[in-house]
């Protein structure tokens, strides 16, 4: 069965670095375009950027852009979201979302891993 | 970028009643939308995916109309179950963007 598994969250100090790590297993991760969508305590949903499958394109909010990288390693069926210059408005659950087949949006989503960014 | 303006924010409801959910676009999305439960501590579960098309696994009493601009979602007898927060998607065009959330509650 699909699974998709976060990691890396963890509580940062503002201007500091971490990155985000979603394993991929039960498909054939290469096949499939994948996202990251945070939620920030009790807030809704805000979609954070995509890869294509073959990693080609890249698109990001505008919240993110030029501080938050998404990539991925298909011989390791893993995502990352490299996140640098955090700052307090970044704290959230992070949650990677495989995009489903046929131009679909979500179909899977990992539990979420929580980033805090406080000093 | 596209709004979704998504209504109610929040609504009360008994067992058994039908709810209706209501997302608006701020420019025309085809049937390119997708309907979200998530209930606390959990990730969201897709119910409806292109607009209409419903997720399998999800229950019938769960239904998706509209294209272009106006979207609903249709619970046909609500249980308890549901109760529950609501997300649109709309995933046409980057960003894509999510309506504000409808919580579900108990009367």
């Known amino acids: 069965q699909v699974q998709l598994v976060e990691s890396g969250g963890g509580v940062v100090q503002p201007g500091r670095s971490l990155r985000l790590s979603c394993a991929a297993s039960?498909?054939?991760?290469?096949?499939?375009?994948m996202h990251w969508v945070r939620q920030a305590p009790g807030k809704g949903l805000e979609w954070v950027a995509v890869i294509w499958y073959d990693g080609s394109k890249k698109y990001s909010a505008d919240s993110v852009r030029g501080r938050f990288t998404i990539s991925r390693d298909n011989s390791k069926n893993t995502l990352y979201l490299q996140m640098n210059s955090l700052r307090a408005e970044d704290t959230a659950v992070y949650y990677c979302a495989r995009q489903g087949s046929g131009d679909y949006d979500f179909d899977y989503w990992g539990q979420g891993t929580l980033v805090t960014v406080s000093s | 970028d596209i709004q979704m303006t998504q209504s109610p924010s929040s609504l009360s409801a008994s067992v058994g009643d039908r709810v209706t959910i209501t997302c608006r676009a701020s420019q025309g999305i085809r049937n390119d939308l997708g309907w979200y439960q998530q209930k606390p501590g959990k990730a969201p579960k897709r119910l409806i995916y292109a607009a209409s098309s419903l997720q399998s696994g999800v229950p019938s009493r769960f239904s998706g109309s509209g294209f272009g601009t106006e979207f609903t979602l249709t619970i046909s007898s609500l249980q308890p179950e549901d109760f529950a927060t609501y997300y649109c998607l709309q995933h046409n065009t980057y960003p894509w963007t999510f309506g504000q959330g409808t919580k579900v509650e108990i009367k």
């Open positions: 039960g498909f054939t991760f290469s096949n499939f375009g």
